[in-house]
């Protein structure tokens, strides 16, 4: 599993990311982390807010910092 956080790298977008490794922790799941700051490639992923985060190049949320609670809810389909 890939999980993508896209933003220009700003401190929100490193609250997500953190709280997104917290999230993948918590359910044992194995993911690689990557950081997706080229805008246009942003904007062609669908998100014009910014931070998200995608999964496997599918956008899950955008547009705050979404707390590990949340993501983990996210993620939770992505488990096997």
Do not use: W
Not at 7 to 28: D, F, H, T
Not at 33 to 42: C, L, M
Request: charged share 30%; hydrophobic share 35%.
């Amino acid at each position: 599993m890939t999980i993508q956080i896209l933003g220009p790298g700003c401190p929100n977008c490193e609250n997500l990311e953190k709280n997104a490794r917290e999230a993948a922790e918590r359910l044992g799941l194995e993911a690689t982390f990557e950081k997706v700051t080229d805008a246009d490639q942003i904007v062609e992923m669908g998100v014009m807010k910014t931070p998200g985060f995608a999964v496997d190049g599918q956008v899950q949320k955008s547009g705050k910092v979404f707390s590990t609670d949340e993501i983990e809810k996210s993620l939770k389909a992505y488990q096997r």
